[in-house]
T-cell receptor
Framework: QQQVKQSPQSLIVQKGGISIINCAYE??????FPWYQQFPGKGPALLIA?????SEKKEGRFTISFNKSAKQFSLHIMDSQPGDSATYFC???????????FGKGTRLSVIA | EPEVTQTPSHQVTQMGQEVILRCVPI?????FYWYRQILGQKVEFLVS????????KSEIFDDQFSVERPDGSNFTLKIRSTKLEDSAMYFC????????????FGNGTRLTVT
């Protein structure tokens, strides 16, 4: 129940295209859903996060869509660029002060 | 921008040896964490630390592991007797006010146990 299932494992997108990464969870007590971006040799860096009281959050080219009834959330990267090539992790956390649970990651490659 | 720094970037050790991984969290942060990432797999929580004591730990964090804040700036993870399966990237993270605030990760220490 503590798992966050992420798909796809890897993704190749043409420059200018839309990258979509999906996550699903079981635990209805999760109330914070961040996405982290990780470049090779670096630690994960917070990209964008959402709470279940909204269905969408947009920051620049990055949008989180959240479907509470389906227990799913997704990251959309509009106008994908080669510099977006990285590994993306979704994560979730219970209400209260509990550790983040991470998905297995999606390796995104944006090709020109 | 302030950042979490970790040393060394790569540590090679023999099975059974003790290793200490070091971290300097962001200076005004109060909560400290260790996570690990086995190659190609997800990031896993090990332990959180606040007010000079462990606040939470996972099943992975057994008696072979310990954490310490020996002074006002460093935060260390010690593995007493390393096993082959301890080979992983170990990430230190810190936050201002616990899990309810964003976690800032360091660049990690790659531990290789031979």
């Amino acid at each position: 129940q503590q798992q966050v299932k992420q798909s796809p494992q890897s993704l190749i997108v043409q420059k200018g295209g839309i990258s979509i990464i999906n996550c699903a969870y079981e635990n209805t007590a999760f109330d914070y859903f961040p996405w982290y971006q990780q470049f090779p040799g670096k630690g994960p860096a917070l990209l964008i996060a959402i709470r279940p009281d909204v269905s969408e959050k947009k920051e620049g080219r990055f949008t989180i869509s959240f479907n509470k009834s389906a227990k799913q959330f997704s990251l959309h990267i509009m106008d994908s660029q080669p510099g977006d090539s990285a590994t993306y992790f979704c994560a979730a956390r219970n209400s209260g002060n509990t550790p983040l649970v991470f998905g297995k990651g999606t390796r995104l490659s944006v090709i020109a | 921008e302030p950042e979490v720094t970790q040393t060394p970037s790569h540590q090679v050790t023999q099975m059974g040896q003790e290793v200490i991984l070091r971290c300097v969290p962001i200076s005004n942060h109060l909560y400290f964490y260790w996570y690990r990432q086995i190659l190609g797999q997800k990031v896993e929580f090990l332990v959180s630390f606040y007010n000079n004591e462990i606040s939470e730990k996972s099943e992975i964090f057994d008696d072979q592991f310990s954490v310490e804040r020996p002074d006002g700036s460093n935060f260390t993870l010690k593995i007493r007797s390393t096993k082959l399966e301890d080979s992983a990237m170990y990430f230190c993270a810190s936050s201002e006010s616990g899990h309810n605030s964003p976690l800032h990760f360091g660049n990690g220490t790659r531990l290789t146990v031979t």
